[in-house]
């Protein structure tokens, strides 16, 4: 027997049905049973329209997943909760929750994925906040478009921050300033004149951000933040221009934070630009927060010296038009492809308002340096020879409103892809956009393209160091401890392998995760055991964190089970059903073809409905629950299949 719910929170005016992942909200969700073991994860092997069983006895049962007594948390728990000892509100609010004359630091993303990169360091009444970066939706977060740092703690503290200082114009760096400029109480922001222009063009597009206070930093700018908190910035190799490191002195010593870089090579292999560790070598640095993006990879970095070579073969070998790919922030890579173009003859046409809006940037601000009647407008494609054409585009990673996949798939207003195309992908891929870009791949060489990536050719360098070149920077620059931030943990503790071929121990190399209150005193950095919320902030559309997380459980569940919408007409007084229940389903199973559990279903509903109806003055909601709980129950048993069931009534 179902008991009423009367705990559960009125629902607002509106709404005609209430989520199905609200009412499993808490207790953690239980997905099923089996052998008397709660299995958290959703059943595997899931395609629509498949025919319900019917045989108990004699289906093929799936392979069992059992997380015995303690489930472990699915990703997305983790990633869309606050962790376990998190600080509640009042205890954010609390002055006395850190030590006094004790200098804190805190990650608040990057450090469990790819993207949303953002820490910060707290002493006192100071707080300086290091990058504000965006994270790209994955397979976790359907339909969202971005993910960005959670400032809840920031924001509480907002009077305490001295300073937000971007290390460079990638997305994943400052591309949530937008978002929380105004509630961190519109710091500075500290930045070179490339990331100003940027920023600029970014908030220019939202009108309700607060006119960004920026001050432009140059190398070796010296620039006090606060009483306790200076900052001394130098040049990385990266992949946009003016990438610049971090040397921030605090009580506690100096903390060096790399932006994200690369150690670059001649085309002989010897490392060029060596002069700032040279620098940081004399700086007695305490701690280095080591970009990890490519940890895990042996070897050194290729020369983009290389790359550009190799893309100009290519570029000379094709006969007919050439469509290249690659980031839209990757400056430094687009200038090298125009003057290659502008050498060999080739007119570029660019396919992508960022990197458009990227070139613009740079060449207005005199980094990238060519004849500007070498661009022209992508209109004018079909007025110019096949062999005169590089065309320059974004979406490399196969996302599905860039300009790549437009072309691919035929939706472009001025390009289609013709046989004897040469495609390039001068890019790696993201992980986790593999079968996108996969995809991509495939269905250029069906319409008859020939297609050159990275795997082929070293037609890309990566911006972020690999491990030999990671082990020579701490040789060279021998801090005392090593905190490895961007990318997620298996990446980060390539590290402790690594620097242990030259004897660095293994406990001086910091492992932490999104959000731990991190206490670092002269001579050490240790966990504190509490946490700040580090959790995903979603942005849909313009909204900011309006996308819930129970919002994002509903898309999972619809995108893995399907959905079953029942219409039931009842008599408003007797609660009488008054016709047969309408059945409507999606992603779940085909109806035409499962008469038999339709009217299954229509019999359960009319036997729940007899139940009720003696009561007089039937409440919808409770029939809604009834209804819901026991068909859930009904076709679970009948399928093994969850999906969401959505009651209607209409009472006449
Ligand atoms: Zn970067």
Not at 505 to 514: H, R
Not at 516 to 533: D, H, S
């Amino acid at each position: 027997m179902v008991a009423r719910n009367n705990n559960k929170k009125p629902l607002p005016t509106g709404s005609l049905v209430p989520s199905e992942a609200e009412q499993k909200l808490k207790p953690p969700r239980v997905v099923h049973i089996e052998n008397g073991q709660v299995v958290v994860a959703p059943p595997q092997n899931k395609t629509g329209n498949r025919k319900p069983k019917q045989n108990q006895s004699n289906r093929n049962r799936r392979p069992k997943r059992d997380f015995g007594r303690n489930p472990l948390p699915s990703f997305s728990e983790h990633r869309l909760h606050p962790k376990e000892g998190v600080l509640s509100d009042s205890e954010m609010n609390q002055t006395s929750l850190l030590k006094k004359d004790t200098v804190y630091y805190v990650p608040l993303g990057g450090l469990e994925e790819i993207g949303r990169n953002c820490g910060f360091f707290e002493y006192n009444d100071e707080i300086v906040v290091i990058d504000m970066g965006i994270q790209f939706p994955e397979a976790e977060t359907p339909g969202v478009d971005w993910i960005i740092p959670n400032i809840s703690y920031l924001e509480k503290k907002k009077k305490k921050i001295k300073g937000l200082i971007i290390t460079h114009g990638h997305y994943d760096h400052f591309g949530a300033v937008p978002y929380v400029l105004e509630k961190l109480g519109n710091p500075t922001i500290y930045g070179t004149a490339l990331i100003k222009a940027i920023l600029e063009k970014k908030l220019a597009e939202m009108p309700n951000v607060p006119k960004m206070k920026f001050q432009i930093i140059k190398n070796h700018d010296r620039v006090k933040l606060s009483q306790n908190f200076t900052a001394e910035f130098f040049g990385v190799s990266h992949t946009i221009p003016d990438t610049t490191g971090v040397v921030l002195e605090t009580p506690a010593g100096k903390m060096v934070h790399f932006a994200d870089f690369r150690l670059e090579y001649d085309e002989h292999g010897n490392p060029l630009n060596m002069e700032e560790f040279e620098w940081l070598a004399k700086q007695n640095i305490h701690s280095l927060l080591m970009d990890s993006t490519n940890a895990d990879g042996e070897g050194h970095s290729t020369s983009e010296k290389i790359v550009e070579k190799n893309l100009e073969e290519l570029f000379k070998a094709a006969e007919g038009r050439i469509i290249l790919s690659t980031f839209a922030s990757m400056i430094e890579r687009l200038g090298e492809i125009i003057t290659i173009a502008e050498r060999i003859g080739r007119k570029v046409l660019i396919n992508g308002r960022s990197m458009k809006e990227n070139i613009e940037i740079a060449k207005t601000l005199g980094y990238l340096k060519f004849n500007p009647g070498v661009i022209i407008p992508l209109e004018e494609i079909k007025n110019i020879p096949d062999n005169k054409i590089l065309l320059l585009s974004t979406g490399a990673q196969g996302q599905e409103n860039a300009g790549l996949m437009r072309i691919v798939t035929g939706q472009h207003r001025h390009v289609q892809i013709k046989a004897g195309d040469t495609v390039i992908f001068s890019s790696s891929v993201i992980p986790g956009n593999e079968r996108s870009v996969q995809n991509l791949k495939d269905n250029f060489s069906r319409q008859g393209a020939i297609v050159h990536t990275n795997q082929d050719l070293d037609i890309h360098s990566s911006g972020h160091c690999l491990a030999e070149d990671l082990l020579t920077v701490v040789k060279m620059t021998r801090p005392q401890f090593v905190i490895p931030v961007h990318a997620h943990y298996y990446k980060r503790a390539a590290n402790i392998q690594t620097l242990k071929k030259i004897g660095f121990p293994k406990e001086k190399v910091i492992m932490l995760d999104n959000g731990y209150i991190t206490e670092i005193t002269k001579n050490n950095v240790r966990f504190t055991g509490k946490t700040v919320p580090a959790y995903y902030i979603l942005v849909d559309g313009l909204g900011v964190g309006d996308v819930e997380a129970v919002v994002m459980r509903d898309r999972r569940h619809l995108s893995e089970e399907g959905m079953i919408v029942i219409v039931s007409t009842i008599n408003k007084k007797t609660g009488q059903l008054l016709k047969n229940p309408d059945i409507i389903s999606r992603g779940f199973i085909y109806l035409r073809d499962n008469i038999e559990l339709i009217n299954q279903v229509r019999d359960k509903i009319k036997n729940t409905l007899n139940q009720t109806k003696s009561q007089r003055n039937a409440d919808s909601e409770y029939i809604k629950t009834l209804i819901r709980e026991q068909v859930s129950d009904f076709l679970y048993r009948k399928t093994e299949r969850r999906p969401m069931v959505l009651p209607v009534i209409i009472e006449v």
